[in-house]
């Protein structure tokens, strides 16, 4: 089965990005398709790569940066959500002139139609909120 | 084309839910989906007309709604239980909606090929 991943919410704040990840392992384990992964409103900020978690907590965008890459998924971080939010990639940050990038590697910043793209050629989207 | 349904359940200006929510529905209907757009719960107020969020320094982001049409959003509902709940009717809308019983949204939400909460 073709599956894609909504994520809307905050890694640091609420178990959506975790549950997510958990549940995207289990996806592919299974001998299914991740299509995509989608973040969306404050799931963006899983694609930070600034965060410092305590030393006895993991650090969550971490964890997720390496699964991205670790399976090549297609990660995309809403430009829309992630530009007031402060996540930005070397071309977003030099366009509006701020001091520094901070977008994980394995993420990419692109619109709301990568979302649309992936309901229609994904068996099964599934949200993860809050 | 695929039919996607869209819950919109947050009051408009305590979070940016209400806007993220219209934002989807737009973008998939730029794609030219099936898109069912359902209001519900504290949802039903996003509707309301006469909304004057400058005083809280927000954006009255809602006035898009009056866009849908243009978008081809045909299907926009309200959750009738919700609206009566809320003392309010089809009067205190700034657009027209057609009422469903919660029956109807299952039946809808069963049809649909994603539905989205937001």
Redesign the interface.
Known sequence: MIISVLVTGSPVSQQAAQSALSFCTAVLASGHTLYRVFFYEDGVHTGNALTVAPQDERNLNTAWSEFIQQHQLDAVICVASALKRGILNNTEATRYQKPAANLAAGFEISGLGQWVDACLNSDRVVSFGA | M?T?TFLARQAPFGS??AK?CL??VL??A??E?QVNYVFLDDGVWQLVRGHAPDGIGAKNTLAALQALELYGVDNVYALDESMSERQLTQAHLQIPVRLCTRAELGAMINAS??V???
Do not use: C, R, Y
């Open positions: 695929k996607l940016s839910s993220a934002d989807m973008a998939s730029v794609f989906q090929d994603v989205t909460a937001l």
